[in-house]
């Protein structure tokens, strides 16, 4: 995609309703440690958008006495509902700081905020972890965490970057949170099934979201405003839905695939540039392949899960193992509360408080390439290595943001016309 953002910024506002006195350019990272330092944390939000606000309710059910300072978005409009909530939980006050624009994300990271959520489209987040780390801020990210190649490695220097400073990394693949999800990785990493030696997932439900045009939005703020329909922004469904099954299938095996071989179409969807389905033979290390489904379509048989076979059983990685016969070895009999999406803040919380950072973004960042080498043979027909990936100098959308116009990428389509002269 060309770079035509007409860098029409002068609609970018930046809104401060009172000028108080955590505004920061004067305060270095800092980076807040629980034995030292037992004050409440404050946090601040970037993408105040659905889940934005859940996120941000996540972290105040982990811990209500956070306080948010801060919060961005690229539209003033989001605000609303997100400072109602918390402003109900007494999380903020009417104080807190409320930045518009593409470089909102900037000035929250200017004030003294100890720990970010981040919550936009994927196509932003490699730009806004690497400059979180650089100021030395713990991160709640959610997932996916790039749409190409290119971001995917950015969000895995930056995480080194974050371990040479200790700051905690957790990322919104929150499966690593569940409790069921956990006791079954342990028990399939002792061996209870054997030596894994297949996998298949599956995310196979309805298209996310879409918003009609209005007048007078630009191409930019369409493509905004319906970001899950647009390659750029969400990296198709493949990597903004599906990362969630592929990444339980990384963490259970213990390593990213070697390559892919993928199809997919778009036969249904009317509106962006992304497909309707995919279906993906991973192959990773020992010759094990992995089949992965996904797919967008209303009123089409669903199905969200993963499953592994072993030398001497299968699971479903949530809370049941059986043997080869279908036998029951062990199920999940343990607690189910708090959910995962409270359970990762704190666990992120606790690994602030003590001092022992959570780092997840290169198993994200993994799953996230993992999805995007998916994509790059659906769409191209070919089969592609990791090596291609860690390779790639693909990078899209534009790189320079304005709210003016954005051409939408054609759909790209495997091989070539046959017959040709038809
Ligand atoms: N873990 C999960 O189960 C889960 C569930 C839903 C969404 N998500 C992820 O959360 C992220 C957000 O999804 P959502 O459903 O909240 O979308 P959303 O559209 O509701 O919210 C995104 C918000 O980001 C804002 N935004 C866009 N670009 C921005 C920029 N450059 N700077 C600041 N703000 C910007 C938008 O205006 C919008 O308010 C996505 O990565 C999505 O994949 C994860």
Known sequence: MKNNATGDMSRRQFIRTAAVGTAAASIGPGILRAQEDKRPLKAGLIGCGGRGSGAARDLLSADPAVQFIAIADLFEDKFGRTLDGLKKRGAATDDILQFV???????????????????????????????????????FMEKPVAVDPVGARMIMDAGEEAKKK???????????????????????????????????????????????????WSDMEFQMRSWFNFLWLSGDHIVEQHVHNIDVCDWFFGAHPVKALGMGARVRRQVGDIYDFFAVDYEYANGVHCESMCRQIVDCARNVSEHLVGTKGWTNCK????????????????????????????????????????????????????AIMGRTSAYTGKLVTWDDMMESDMRLGPTEYGLGDVPIDPTQLPGKPWPENV
Not at 197 to 203: F, G, K, L, P
């Open 101 to 139: 624009g593409f470089d909102a994300y900037e000035k929250v990271l200017d004030t003294d905020v100890d720990i970010v959520l981040m919550a936009t489209p994927p196509h932003f987040r490699p730009a806004q972890f690497a400059a979180a780390v650089d100021a030395g801020k713990h991160v």
């Open 166 to 216: 200790g700051l905690s990394v957790v990322a919104g693949t929150q499966r690593r949170h569940e409790h069921p999800y956990v006791e079954t990785q342990k028990r399939v990493a002792d061996g209870m099934i054997g030596e894994i030696v297949a996998m298949r997932c599956y995310w196979c439900g309805n298209p996310v979201r879409f918003n009609p045009r209005e007048p007078g």
């Open 319 to 370: 809370g049941e193992i059986r043997d080869l016969n279908g036998e029951m070895l062990w199920r999940y009999e343990g607690p189910k509360t708090p959910p995962a999406k409270t359970q990762e803040h704190i666990d992120l919380l606790k690994s602030i408080r003590t001092g022992e950072p959570l780092n997840e973004a290169q198993n994200v960042a993994e799953s996230t390439l993992t």
